[in-house]
């Protein structure tokens, strides 16, 4: 009898464990019935730097996304999810070690139709954290050897440049011109080609592969992989660690390419009215712009039509204390500062005195508080001009400490920044050394062509005219095809100084013929700033059922110039909404002006 008791009291143990999984499997399951999210994957560590990094680029382009750790994703069906499931990204760092069964989960769900994205180092160690010496069946299904430490020891992570197949390929992962040499191979501002940490992955099988980009030694970096239904994309470069160091350029544009143009991911545009949009930034430093700025409005450099950021840096001096070589705003400086306002925003270039307090910062001569004084005396002298305080900041000489330098900005009021930084990229909530600097202040990288950004580096480069030409139409081009926003840098004495008077009135005769052509829009930082704040805290929903795709976007203050983009494999033919665009991919639902809470319908016909 008492063999028999414990035999019951075991299998009422095993009944009530079977239970709970079954009831853990059933409430994740409904977490995911019907709701159209990407899962964002960790193995260990939840709140790392590295998710956050992630989480921030999905969240700036309007994704709808969900963490979920590796234990919760095998216990859900990988034949049926793909339909509210259509992407899942295993980032860097995180997914080290994947727990047992993955792989085959992760093979059933890609042949079901899945988008899986495996970035850098997924799969390449035990669960004691020593590397798999051999390949996995992940590597097999995959095609690539991710396992290289037994054959390359010190070897195995190392730096090298990334190049693209072609310039098809760079534009495909929506990298800009401007970022790319002429062999291809990524380049940031002043450094020329960057370094990257890479893998010696090693192709085992070539079959469903297309190679987008290799190091020097033609070893994949980002390969995709088609199998069954679905697809794999593999990138051989720790995209997170890159944006925690401020290059946030190749995370964003991966992802977006990834989960817009492979997965077709339904989301929120991030630019407004899903246009392509130009921010053009200029730097205002010394009494040379006495007359340039005349120059420039005469000869219609500055348009009304074209919106534009000034930014000033204001003292009476430019090099040392009553050296008299400074814009003096308040001084002979004052009308033209009331000219530049008809042009658009006016925004602080820094301390002051522009190149005193640049050396003196890089020479770390000046305290924190000292820095904030001479800022703040800054944007005192403008708004006593001006009427409002200067939101909008650029560093002079770009020289920008990042903590002290983000704590200045929130204590003085700053809404976004001109950056040196994630050279190339879209405005965004950087980060520095690992973490976020702020998650209200936001920083426009510049964009940068070549090694340089703004036309005097461009003169001591030497590049001719027609050069300038072709890389301004490719910019602008860019920008509508990736309904993106950019920011475009120089000083109002670099037109009248330099060879590119024809090159810059192309650039903005080009700017101007699309904008009234609804093709293009240019803003102001502060503008941007602004609509980039609204989004990131706009709560998206999408849900799938047998009407069609319901969009469920609220947000506490405003839903102006949002625009809900539906893809067409899953939102055919129709749409229920009066004001709709269209491209190839995706329906474009723009969102009623003022609304803070909105419920959209996109009827199908058939799912595929």
Known sequence: MKAVSFILFLLGILGYFGYQMYDDQNNLEEGIHNEIKVLLIYNRNENSDILKAYKSVLEEEGVPFELMSNKNLIKLSPDTIHMNVPAIIFPDSVNQYIENSTDYWIEKYVKSGGKVALIYDVNTRSNDGKYKLSSTYLDRVVGLDFTVYQGEKDQSYKYGNIYFQDSQSALYFEIPTGKIDENGAIVGYHYGKLLYPLSPVKVISGEGQTIYASDENKRPIIVQKDLGEGSFLYVNTPLGSLKGRSDDLILRSILKTFLFKIAHIPHLVSSPNAKGTLVINWHVDSSVEHKSLLWNIENNYFRKDINQTFHITAGPDLDNPHDGLGFDATGIGSSLVKRLMEFGSIGSHGGWSHNWFAKNIEEKKLTDEEMKSYIKKNNEALESIIGYKPVEYSAPVGIFPPRSSIEIMKELGFKSYYYVGDSGSAPNRTFFDGKMLADNII???????????????????????????????????????????????????????????????????????????????????????????????????????????????????????????????????????NDYLEDENYYYILLSDNKNDVLVNVSFESLE
């Open 443 to 577: 920083a426009f990288p510049v964009m940068s062509f070549g090694i340089n950004a703004s036309l005097s580096e461009i003169q001591n480069s030497q590049w001719n005219e027609e050069k300038m030409k072709k890389y301004y139409q490719e910019f602008i081009d860019y920008l509508i095809s990736n309904r993106t926003v950019r920011l475009f840098y120089s000083h109002p004495h670099d037109i009248p100084d330099y060879d590119y008077k024809n090159a810059v009135k192309y650039f903005l005769d080009y700017t101007s013929t699309l904008v009234e052509e609804g093709k293009l829009q240019t803003r102001t930082m502060t503008n941007i700033s602004d609509f980039i704040m609204r989004l990131v805290n706009t709560k998206k929903r999408f849900t799938l059922d047998a009407q069609g795709v319901h969009a469920k976007m609220t947000n506490h203050t405003s839903l102006d110039e949002m625009v809900i983009a539906v893809p067409k494999k899953i939102g055919k033919n129709r749409v229920q909404s």
